[in-house]
Nanobody, 115 residues
């Protein structure tokens, strides 16, 4: 089985930056897809950004130009650099990985944005 562990969440002021990291228990190059999703209480979990092999990246329109998804092959981590944070970005952020035909999820990390 695969474990995904997120870290880097916390409280940040609007306009600030935060970096999230997801540590995987297997080589991340073995996953077909990896990504970040987020969920606000009372809403559906939504896509933030994904990277599909070999290196195809997609972002939600709401984060384009502000967030950057990246992989560190040597460290087996998936990262999300979040800049120019808005109050609307506050949510629990989840790491996702697909090793076809199976899907894996982390436990989530809380991001709070204050004004």
């Amino acid at each position: 089985q695969v474990q995904l562990v997120e870290s880097g969440g916390g409280l940040v002021q609007a306009g600030g930056s935060l970096r999230l990291s997801c540590k995987a228990s297997r080589k991340i190059v073995s996953f077909n897809v990896m990504g970040w999703y987020r969920q606000i209480p009372g809403t559906q979990r939504e896509l933030v950004a994904t990277v599909t092999q070999p290196n195809i990246i997609k972002y939600a329109d709401s984060v384009k130009g502000r967030f950057t998804i990246s992989r560190n092959i040597n460290e087996n981590t998936l990262n999300l650099q979040m800049n120019s944070l808005k109050s609307e970005d506050a949510a629990v952020y989840y790491c996702y990985a697909r090793y076809s035909p199976l899907d894996y999820w982390g436990q989530g990390t809380q991001v709070t944005v204050s004004s």
